[in-house]
C-alpha cells in the first residue's frame, strides 16, 4: 500500500520539535536511516549518506524495540505490572516441570536437587528446531560436523541440539577453528577430531548450567522467601525478589565493597618541598626527601619521605634552608640509564574490551557485539579468548596475515616495513608465541582477510578494527628506548630529586599512531609518568654535569597533595578485574592453586555485567563507563552477606571455575564435582532457613540509605537507576545543519 506524506504542520505538529529530535539522535546514537508515521501518515523519512531510501539496509535487533513496544502497551492497558516475575511470562526450566508442587515457592521444598535435569526445546523455537532436526536424521547424511563456536558454551548447545533431536548412530566430527576464512574453514573440516574427543569438555559444559541452575534456583528463591518482604518493605515497594547467581552475587560483591572504600577513605594533606632549578637556561624542579644524612631522617613529622604531615612543618625546612646564605646548589649525584619498553601482549577479549572502554567509552558488551562482527566479516580471529599469546603454528604461517595488512591502507606502511625487514621470522621464539598459555583459542588478531567489508563497517567498528591491527603489527617491532637521567641536587645539606626521560628510539611505539585517538603519555598501567619529558639537547646538556656542577635557585615552595581515594570500576576494568580475579585472593596458597582462573568466561562477562545493570543492582554511567552499585544493589549484598557470605567472595567463584577446568582436562569426574554442589547448595540452603536475622537488616540498610537520598525520598522508586542529562547550548553551525537535515528529508 502507498504510504500518504504529510507536512508535520498539516497535523498540528512542531516541526521545529522534530529538528531537535534529530539532533538528539544524532548526537546520542548511530543512525543511518529514519521513517516517522503519525495517524497513518508519513511526517518525516529520509537516510544519511551513504545510505538512502531506495536501497534496503540490513537490519538488527528489531526484535528487542517490538518487544519494547508491546510491553509498553501492555503494562499501559493493565495487562502486566512492574512488579510481575518475567517467569510468569518466558518459559524456562523450572522446577514445576519436575513436581507441579514446586509451583509454589516454599522453603519446605527447598533444596530442590532433581536426579535427572530435564530439558525441552523452547516453543518460540520449535520450527527451526525442527529444520535442525530434520537435516540431522537425513538418511544420505553419514557424518555430521559439529561447526557451533569453538568453545565451552558452543559444545554445550550442539550437545544439547544432538540430545534433544536423538542423534545416536550417526558419524559426529568437531570443526574447530579460530577464524571464519575460508583457508580456517577448510582446515577445520580436513582436521576435525571425532566428537568423542570433547566428552570431558561437553561435561564440564553440562555441569557449568547445572551449577548456575542449582544456585540461581535455590539461592534465589531461598533468599526472596526469607528476605523479600524485609527488603520490600523498606523501599516501600509491593514485592521484591531477590537474584543470586553464582558469578553476578561475586561481581556485585566486588563494587559494593569497593564503593564502600571509597565512603570510608579519609583524605590525609601532605606537603611537599621543591626547589625551583635552572641549568643551560632551562628550567626544571627538584623535589625534597628526607633520605639518610637529612635532619628529618624517620622522623615522625613526615608523610613518607617526601613530604610532610603539617603545613607548618614543611614551610619551617623551607626557612632553614633560606636562612643559609649564600644558598648555593650543587650535583651530588647523576645517573644515566636505558630503559627498554617492549610491545604489550596481544589482545583477549579482556584486554580489548578495557582499551575499548578507555577509548571510546562504550560497554564490553558492545566491544563483544563489534568484535564478534568483526568476526563474522572474517577481519579478525575468534573474539572470546582468554589468550594474549599466538600458537607456534600460527606463528610459522604469521606473513599470511601481514600480506593480506599491505591493503589496508590506514597501516599499510608498517605491514610493509614488517615483511621487508623479516621480522615476523623470528616471533615464534619470542614471548608472544606460547603454546602453553593456550586453552582453546590463541589472541585476537586480523586475519588479513575480509578487507573489501572494512566499507561497510560503522565508525566505531573500523576504530575497533584498527584497535586490533596496531595491537598486533606492534610485537613485531623492537623495544621503545629511553635514554633517562637521575640528577641528585644538594641544597643547604638536603637532597633533591630530578628525573628525566627522553624518547630515543621509537621501536614499536610507532605503531600506536591512531588514526582517531593522541594517546597520553601514559605507562603500561595508564599512571602517568614520574619522569619529566625533555627534548634530547637538554639530556645532552645534562650529560655535562659533574658531582660539584653548580646550578641556579629560582626559589622554594611549598606543594600540597592528598591522597586518593581507590579508583571505581568502569566496565572495562570490571572485566579485567572479573579476569583476574585469583589475584584479590589473600590465600597464598589458594591464589597458587587457581592462578589462570577468573569470574566467568570471556564468552559470559560481558553479559552478566549487562544483567546487574538491568536487573538495578549496578548502575552504568554510559558517558564515562563507570560502575557503580544501587540502593537496591547494596541491600541485597547486605543480605547475601549476612546469609551466604561466601557468595560474594572471588576465591569461592573462581575456585569453582577452576574445578569445571578440571573436568574439562578429565582430572576430576563429574560426579566428584557434582557432589561438591550440591553439598555446597544443601549446606547453605539449610543454615539459612535456620537464621532468624530479618530485623536486624535494618541496620545495614540504614548506613547505606544516606547515600541514596533521591531514591529513598520517593520511596517506591528505591533502586532505580536514574541519570540526568544536562543542556548545553548548540551551536548555530549545527542547528543550520540538523535544520537542513529536515529539510531534505521531510516531503
Known amino acids: 500500500m502507498a504510504a500518504t506524506y504529510v507536512k508535520p504542520g498539516e497535523l498540528g505538529l512542531n516541526p521545529e520539535k522534530l529538528t531537535e529530535m534529530l539532533t538528539e539522535l544524532e548526537q546520542t546514537v548511530e543512525i543511518h536511516s529514519i521513517s516517522v508515521r503519525f495517524d497513518g501518515k508519513v511526517i518525516l523519512e529520509g537516510a544519511w549518506e551513504p545510505f538512502s531510501l531506495e536501497k534496503p539496509q540490513m537490519m538488527h535487533s528489531l526484535s528487542k524495540i517490538g518487544t519494547s513496544i508491546c510491553l509498553g502497551f501492555a503494562l499501559d492497558e493493565g495487562k502486566i505490572h512492574l512488579e510481575d516475575k518475567l517467569l510468569d511470562y518466558v518459559r524456562d526450566e523450572l522446577p514445576e516441570e519436575y513436581d507441579p508442587a514446586l509451583k509454589r515457592w516454599s522453603l519446605e521444598t527447598l533444596p530442590f536437587l532433581p536426579e535427572n535435569f530435564k530439558y525441552e526445546v523452547i516453543p518460540e523455537v520449535k520450527k527451526q528446531f525442527n529444520i535442525v532436526s530434520g537435516l540431522l536424521h537425513r538418511e544420505d547424511i553419514e557424518t555430521i560436523y559439529v561447526c557451533t563456536d569453538s568453545g565451552r558454551e558452543g559444545e554445550y548447545i550442539y550437545r544439547l541440539v544432538a540430545q534433544m533431536a536423538g542423534i545416536k548412530d550417526k558419524k559426529q566430527k568437531r570443526v574447530w577453528i579460530d577464524s571464519q576464512t575460508e583457508e580456517e574453514i577448510l582446515r577445520g573440516i580436513r582436521e576435525a577430531k571425532d ?63 569497593r564503593e564502600r572504600e571509597i565512603r570510608s577513605f579519609v583524605k590525609t594533606p601532605f606537603y611537599r618541598v621543591i626547589a625551583g632549578l635552572s641549568f643551560n637556561g632551562r628550567n626544571f624542579e627538584g623535589e625534597w626527601r628526607a633520605v639518610k644524612g637529612s635532619r628529618y631522617f624517620n622522623s615522625p613529622l613526615l608523610y613518607k619521605e617526601n613530604g610532610f604531615q603539617k603545613k607548618e612543618d614543611a614551610q619551617k625546612l623551607i626557612d632553614e634552608l633560606k636562612a643559609q646564605n649564600p644558598l648555593i646548589p650543587r650535583v651530588l649525584k647523576m645517573e644515566r640509564k636505558k630503559e627498554n619498553k617492549n610491545a604489550p601482549l596481544l589482545y583477549n577479549l579482556a584486554e580489548l574490551q578495557n582499551d575499548c572502554a578507555r577509548f571510546f567509552k562504550i560497554s564490553p558488551d558492545e566491544t563483544l557485539k563489534v568484535v564478534q562482527e568483526l568476526y563474522e566479516k572474517k577481519l579478525v580471529t575468534y ?180 591522597t586518593s581515594p581507590p579508583k571505581r570500576y568502569t566496565s572495562g576494568s570490571m572485566i579485567l578485574a572479573m579476569e583476574n580475579a585469583g589475584q584479590l585472593i589473600e590465600d597464598e596458597e589458594l591464589r597458587e592453586q587457581i592462578k589462570g582462573s577468573g569470574i566467568g568466561t570471556s564468552a559470559t562477562r560481558a553479559e552478566i555485567l549487562k544483567k546487574l545493570v538491568f536487573i538495578k543492582y549496578l548502575a552504568l554511567n554510559k558517558k564515562t563507563q563507570v560502575i557503580t552499585p544501587t540502593q537496591l544493589g547494596e541491600m541485597i549484598y547486605d543480605v547475601v552477606h549476612q546469609s551466604i557470605r561466601p557468595l560474594l567472595n572471588p576465591e569461592l567463584t573462581a575456585s569453582w571455575e577452576k574445578g569445571l577446568t578440571y573436568v574439562a582436562e578429565g582430572s576430576i569426574t563429574s560426579e566428584e564435582y557434582m557432589g561438591k554442589l550440591e553439598n555446597f547448595v544443601t549446606r547453605h540452603t539449610v543454615n539459612v532457613k535456620q537464621m532468624r536475622n530479618q530485623f536486624q537488616l535494618k541496620s545495614s540498610f540504614d548506613a547505606s540509605a544516606p547515600y541514596y537520598k533521591k531514591a529513598s525520598s520517593t520511596r517506591s522508586g528505591a533502586g532505580k537507576s536514574t541519570s540526568s542529562r544536562s543542556s548545553s547550548a548548540k551551536s548555530s553551525s549545527n542547528r543550520k545543519k540538523t535544520a537542513q537535515n529536515t529539510r531534505n528529508v521531510v516531503r
Open 383 to 562: 573474539p572470546r579468548t582468554d589468550a594474549r599469546v599466538l600458537s607456534s603454528a600460527v606463528a610459522k604461517e604469521i606473513s599470511k596475515n601481514l600480506r593480506g595488512l599491505q591493503q589496508y591502507n590506514i597501516c599499510r606502511g608498517l605491514a610493509d616495513e614488517i615483511l621487508q625487514g623479516e621480522s615476523w621470522k623470528k616471533i615464534g621464539s619470542t614471548r608472544y608465541t606460547n603454546d602453553k598459555q593456550i586453552t582453546d583459542h590463541y589472541a585476537i588478531i586480523p586475519t588479513g582477510q575480509g578487507l573489501g567489508n572494512l566499507r561497510n563497517l560503522s565508525e566505531l567498528s573500523a576504530k575497533v578494527y584498527e584497535t586490533i591491527v596496531r595491537r598486533f603489527l606492534s610485537i613485531f617491532y623492537p623495544s621503545a628506548v629511553y635514554q633517562k637521567v637521575a640528577l641528585v641536587t644538594e641544597i643547604g645539606g638536603e637532597q633533591f630529586f630530578s628525573n628525566f626521560r627522553v624518547l630515543v628510539e621509537e621501536g614499536y611505539l610507532k605503531t600506536m599512531h591512531y588514526s582517531f585517538f593522541r594517546k597520553k603519555d601514559e605507562d603500561e598501567n595508564g599512571k602517568k609518568d614520574e619522569e619529566t619529558t625533555c627534548d634530547p639537547a637538554f639530556l645532552v646538556a645534562l650529560s655535562q654535569l659533574k658531582k660539584g656542577s653548580e646550578l641556579n635557585l629560582l626559589g622554594l615552595s611549598m606543594k600540597e597533595g592528598e
Open 195 to 257: 566428537e568423542s574427543e570433547y566428552d570431558n569438555l561437553s561435561a564440564s559444559a553440562y555441569l557449568r548450567a547445572k551449577e548456575d541452575y542449582l544456585m540461581g534456583i535455590n539461592f534465589s528463591r531461598l533468599l526472596s522467601l526469607k528476605y523479600g518482604n524485609a527488603v520490600a518493605s523498606y523501599l516501600g515497594t509491593k514485592y521484591q525478589s531477590i537474584s543470586v547467581g553464582r558469578v553476578m552475587t561475586c561481581v556485585l560483591g566486588m563494587v559494593v565493597r
